[in-house]
């Protein structure tokens, strides 16, 4: 007997009703704030330089565009619609992301991105735990320190320990040759995602800020307590890794130069060189706005609505059923 | 060899890993958002039957293991050796050492397929099907008429399995057994 293909969602029609709602609620917020909702392409003319993110990559054709990427994020599109001029805006959008498939990843996703002009990280901070605690009616967040979460939870100091100390410390997950090419940063968000993020936000949500500038991304950087951190917060609820989000770089030459570092990171591991968005550097050129942003994924939001552990749940197709 | 690398890791997967054959149970991906990836990986060692649980880093690989299934009748023991013959008309014969058959042992029947798991082409592992029917060959005498319910009883079978059957059961009787448990599930009407 020939075996029927999976062809039914996986999520219950109770979880695939309160994404509806999630969405309303998410709408209804941002109209209250006058804070517009605009659509960008999924599909667009460049990819990303994260050295940590594998875009998919298209085979558009036409009018002499050829190739393309489905996009990461919205962000450099998003940030050209601010340079223009466009205020308080925000989306949800699908995004990509290559090889990621497991309990709390899907290759494609849905995300909610936000940008504030005149908002720095504190103030955009506030402005998500209004969102997220009011759909979840939870408790409002604390905020801890990257390096005081590290310290608490790894038992080491992300901005003094050796290096020698450091692979040490890793070696309760990774064998010495395995750790022989891992990077600084690599090896801390090994000790991040097992040692520190299973206990985040299992009482209390919780914001980690100050992340260490080498991890800053398109965050700006500035000195606290003499050591210099990105201006970069991520919001955890239950050990589940919620929304990333920035007081923004605007300096258009700091953002080229990190396009670099990010591709000789990706040379450095075998990955293809990124050409950098110039369109997203045209648009800095001309000037953004001073604004925070943030980008939040809404089907984990819904795993914490719902209580699940497994996106499954709350998509209607996951990977293996696309 | 073959390999695989983090994003084919899947449930099922066949590979070495310090040198033994291995079956990836579980695989999940560990990534922070902007951060590096990695592989949470749990794997039950198809030598010794150990369950590891291993990290690695998006974009390692591990050599695939020659490991696949196939269905063989059980022929004959020579005293070191259980043989089995290939049923896809081959007549190919592969002998089984002890290791390998393990606990089968008390399930094997000539005549009947099981599923032998061969590594590089040799007998790593002999599984029984489900269900395996087999005679009684040694019990108390059976008790005619008593169908009721909480009694039982050891009954050796022909393979030397002993089940816990209920007390009418005599002996030359066959008897439907669940391996997975080593439950009796009913007689079996002599053909």
């Known amino acids: 007997m020939k075996s029927q293909p999976d062809w039914q969602p996986t999520a219950t029609w109770a979880a695939l009703k309160s994404r509806a709602q999630q969405a309303s609620f998410v709408r209804d917020f941002f109209a209250r704030r006058n804070v517009l909702e605009v659509e960008t392409p999924v599909l667009g003319r460049c990819g990303v330089t994260e050295p940590n993110l594998d875009g998919v990559s298209a085979q558009i054709s036409a009018r002499g565009v050829e190739g393309g990427w489905l996009q990461t994020s919205p962000e450099y599109h998003m940030k050209r619609m601010l340079a223009a001029g466009a205020g308080a805006i925000y989306q949800i959008s699908k995004v990509f992301r290559n090889g990621e498939r497991g309990r709390r990843h899907n290759p494609e996703f849905s995300m909610l991105e936000w940008y504030r002009p005149g908002f720095d990280d504190a103030a955009l901070m506030s402005e998500v735990s209004d969102l997220v605690c009011g759909w979840l009616n939870c408790p409002r967040p604390q905020t801890t320190s990257y390096r005081q979460a590290m310290i608490a939870w790894a038992g080491i100091d992300p901005f003094d320990i050796t290096e020698k100390d450091l692979r040490q410390r890793c070696r309760q997950w990774l064998e010495p040759e395995q750790l022989e090419d891992l990077s600084r940063d690599g090896c801390l968000d090994l000790l991040m995602s097992f040692a520190v993020e299973p206990n985040l936000g299992t009482e209390t949500p919780v914001f980690i800020n100050q992340y260490p500038a080498s991890q800053a991304s398109l965050a700006r950087i500035s000195q606290v307590g003499g050591f210099d951190v990105a201006h970069r917060f991520e919001l955890h609820i239950n050990g589940l890794e919620l929304c990333n989000g920035y007081w923004e770089l605007t300096d258009v030459e700091e953002q080229r130069a990190r396009f670099e570092a990010d591709n000789l990171m990706r040379k450095a591991a075998g990955k293809p060189e990124m050409n950098a968005d110039e369109a997203f550097l045209a648009a800095l050129e001309y000037g953004l706005p001073d604004c925070a942003g943030v980008a939040l994924g809404l089907d984990r939001l819904l795993m914490l609505k719902i209580g699940t552990r497994d996106i499954a749940d709350v998509l209607a197709f996951p990977l293996e059923r696309a | ?191």
């Open chain 2, 1 to 191: 060899m073959a390999s695989y690398s983090t994003n084919e890791f899947r449930g099922g997967l066949k590979v070495l890993l310090d040198g033994d054959p291995c079956i990836i149970l579980e695989n999940e991906l560990v990534k922070p958002g902007k951060g590096q990836a990695f592989s949470r990986v749990r794997l039950r060692n198809l030598m010794s039957n150990r369950v590891w649980d291993r990290t690695f880093k998006s974009g390692e690989s591990l050599e695939a293991a020659d490991v696949m299934d196939q269905d063989m009748e059980y022929l004959y023991t020579d005293g070191e050796f259980w043989h089995f013959m290939l049923t896809d008309g081959s007549f190919e014969q592969y002998p089984a050492d002890a290791k390998a058959v393990g606990d089968t042992l008390k399930w094997l029947k000539e005549q009947d397929v099981y599923t032998v798991t061969l590594y590089n082409g040799a007998p790593l592992s002999i599984t029984p099907p489900n269900f395996v029917e087999l005679e009684v060959v040694e019990t108390d005498p059976g008790m005619k008429g008593d169908t009721a319910q909480g009694g039982s009883k050891p009954a050796t079978l022909s393979t030397g399995a002993v089940v816990s059957v209920p007390l009418f059961i005599t002996i030359g009787e066959v008897l439907k057994v669940d391996t997975r448990s080593g439950e009796y599930m009913n007689r079996v009407k002599s053909s």
